[in-house]
C-alpha cells in the first residue's frame, strides 16, 4: 500500500542482479507508476550515489573507474609476485576472497592486515594499485559509499530526500559495511523506513559476514523486530 502510494521515494535493494531482476518483475504487475520504484542491488546503488559526486573522499573523481573481477584477480597476481611470493601458494582467487573479508570488516587500515604475513603484503600491495590507477573494486564501492554518507551531510541529506522507504531483500548477503552505508539513509529522525527479508541458513556469500551481520541488526537499527 505505502508503496503504491510514493513508489518513486522507495528504494528496493538485493545483493544479486538476478534477484533484483526478479523482485522487479513481481512489483512491476502490483504497484502503480512501476518505472519510478528504483529496484537494483546494493552495489549499483552505491555506484549511483558515487557517480553523482564530483570527487569522493578518497580523492577519486566521480568518473572513477571501475574494477572487475578479472581485472581485480591481475591485480592481486601482480602484488603476489612484487612480494616475491609463489603464486601457485598463493592463488589468487583465494586472496582475493581473504582480502574482501578484511576490507568490509575491519575498518583500520593498520589493523587489516596484521603483521608479517603473506596477505598483509598482498593486501597492501593492492590496496595501492587501486589508488595508482584511480579505480575502485566492488568492496571499494561500498567503503567509498559508506565514507561519503557518513562524511558528507550534503550527500547524506541529499539522499535521505529520495528515499522514504528501503528495503532490503537477500539481507543475509549484506555485510556490516554495506549496512553501515545504508544507515545514512534510515538513521535519525526523518530517515527513511526500513524493511528487511532475509533468512541465514540461505546465505550464498556467507564468508562475507553477512548472516553474523543480519544476527546483529537489531543493535545496528533502533526499533528494527
Request: glycine letters at 12%; charged letters at 30%.
Amino acid at each position: 500500500e505505502r508503496l503504491a502510494r510514493a513508489p518513486g521515494k522507495t528504494l528496493c535493494l538485493c545483493f544479486t542482479r538476478r534477484a533484483a531482476a526478479e523482485l522487479a518483475g513481481r512489483l512491476a504487475g502490483r504497484v502503480s507508476a512501476p518505472r519510478d520504484l528504483r529496484v537494483e542491488t546494493v552495489h549499483s546503488f552505491c555506484l549511483r550515489a558515487l557517480r553523482a559526486e564530483r570527487e569522493l573522499p578518497s580523492g577519486l573523481p566521480g568518473s572513477f573507474t571501475l574494477l572487475g573481477a578479472a581485472s581485480q584477480r591481475r591485480l592481486v597476481r601482480d602484488a603476489v609476485q612484487a612480494a616475491g611470493l609463489d603464486g601457485a601458494k598463493h592463488p589468487a582467487a583465494e586472496l582475493c576472497g581473504r582480502i574482501s573479508l578484511r576490507r568490509l570488516t575491519v575498518r583500520d587500515r593498520d589493523a587489516r592486515w596484521g603483521a608479517g604475513s603473506a596477505l598483509e603484503a598482498v593486501g597492501r600491495a593492492y590496496e595501492a594499485a587501486l589508488r595508482r590507477s584511480g579505480a575502485l573494486d566492488f568492496d571499494g564501492l561500498l567503503l567509498e559509499a559508506r565514507a561519503l554518507f557518513e562524511g558528507s551531510e550534503a550527500a547524506r541529506e541529499r539522499w535521505r530526500s529520495r528515499v522514504r522507504e528501503l528495503l532490503v531483500d537477500e539481507a543475509q548477503d549484506v555485510a556490516a559495511a554495506e549496512w553501515d552505508a545504508l544507515g545514512a539513509l534510515v538513521d535519525g529522525d526523518g530517515g527513511a523506513r526500513l524493511f528487511v527479508v532475509g533468512d541465514p541458513d540461505q546465505a550464498i556469500y556467507g564468508w562475507r559476514d553477512g548472516p553474523s551481520a543480519l544476527g546483529r541488526l537489531g543493535e545496528r537499527f533502533d526499533g528494527l523486530e
